[in-house]
C-alpha cells in the first residue's frame, strides 16, 4: 500500500526539481536501498517542507540537518534504512514511532503503513510536525507529547516500533509492546551506537545487530 502524497507540493521550485530528487534516489540505491515501496516514497516525499526556510536549499542532500532544540532531521539513507528494515516481514497495519522531530521520518511512514502513532517530548517540534501532516493531508497519523521509552500503551500493541533516538539499553516497555511477529528497529547506545533490529518471535525475541550509527539520545522527560 504506497499512497504518495500530492505531486503539486514537489513541482516548482528549483531544489526540488525531478532531477534534485532523482539523484537523491539514485544515492540511496547506491548504498544498498532495494525496497521499491520505500524509494518511490522517498522521492515523492518534499524533504524541504520538513526543515525552516535558511536550511531547506540543502533538503536534498544526503545528510542530518538541524531542527533546532539540539536535533536533527535524519539522514535520508537512515530514514530510507530504517524504514525498509521495518517493513522487511510484509505489510504493516499499526507502527509506532519514537522521536517525531520534523515528521519527516513519520510521513515516510504514513504513505507505506496503515496507522502511525508518533510520540515526542520536546512540545515546540511536534506542533511544526503537526502542521506538515495537515500540510500534505497525512490523515493517517496520531500524535502524543510524552516520554516515548515508555511506548504508547494505550494505543498498543505494534506491528512495528522505530525509535529516532537512541538509549543506552532497550525500553523493556517498547518490547512488552510489539505484538507477536512484530519488529523494533532502534539505535542503541551512547559512544558507540548499532543500528539494532528486535523481531518477537513465539519463542521470545530474536536480535540482529545491523551497522553502526550516529542519532541523539533518547532522554526521560517531556520539554513544553
Ligand atoms: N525522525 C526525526 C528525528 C528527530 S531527532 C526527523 O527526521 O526529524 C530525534 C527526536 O527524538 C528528537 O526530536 C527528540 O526530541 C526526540 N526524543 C528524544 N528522546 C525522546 C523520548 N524519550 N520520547 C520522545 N521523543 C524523544
Redesign the pocket.
Known sequence: MVQVVNRSDLDGIGMTSRRTRERLVQRLVDQGIADPAVLEVMRATPRHL?LDEAMAHRAYEDV?LP?G??????QPYI?ARMTELLLAAGPLARVL??????????AVLAQLVQEVYS????KP?QLK?RQRMRRLKLRNVHMSH?????GWPERGPFDGIL???A?QRIPEGLLQQLAPGGRLVIPVGTDAQQLQVVTRTHEGFELDIIEPVN?????????R
Open positions: 520538513f542530518a531542527i532544540y539540539q536535533q536533527t532531521l535524519s530514514v514511532e519514537i522521536g517525531t522531530g520534523s515528521g519527516y521520518q513519520t510520540v515526542e517530548r520536546i517540534l510536525a510524552a516520554d516515548g521509552s515508555l525509535s529516532a533516538a538509549p542519532f541523539v539520545p533518547l532522554r526521560p522527560g517531556t520539554e
